[in-house]
């Protein structure tokens, strides 16, 4: 009923930045948060940012003041702007969107994306 399309991930050189892109498509009325998580190998999977429907945001301590989340409601697109990237941020990158509702009234929850790579590297 919701597709998740991701972009922009790819291999940059410490320092440099990336922009991912994470369309949400389907029946859709609104959406309440939208956000991105990242999984590195051996490791969980960890919040980057999340920003709901009114604006608000939540940053990881590690992104803090290098990574900028934003969102198009018009479109069901967020998305995430990395700066001055650093080799610890080498992760696959996956698009969360929870409280979806739908035009025929129906609300679902916690879709992800497929993932994207990003991986920064001289």
């Known amino acids: 009923q919701v597709q998740l399309v991701e972009s922009g991930g790819g291999l940059v050189q410490p320092g440099g930045s990336l922009r991912l892109s994470c369309a949400a498509s389907?029946?859709?009325?609104?959406?309440?948060?939208m956000g991105w998580y990242r999984q590195a190998p051996g490791n969980r999977r960890e919040l980057v940012a999340t920003?709901?429907?009114?604006?608000?945001?939540n940053y990881a301590d590690s992104v803090k003041g290098r990574f900028t989340i934003s969102r198009d409601n018009a479109k069901n697109t967020v998305y995430l702007q990395m700066n001055s990237l650093k080799p610890e941020d080498t992760a696959v990158y996956y698009c969360?969107?929870?409280?979806?509702?739908?035009?025929?009234?129906?609300?679902?929850?916690?879709?992800w994306g497929q993932g994207t790579q990003v991986t920064v590297s001289s």
């Open positions: 920003v709901t429907s009114d604006g608000s945001t």
């Open positions: 389907g029946s859709i009325l609104s959406i309440y948060a």
């Open positions: 969360n969107v929870d409280r979806i509702r739908l035009r025929n009234g129906i609300n679902l929850y916690n879709y």
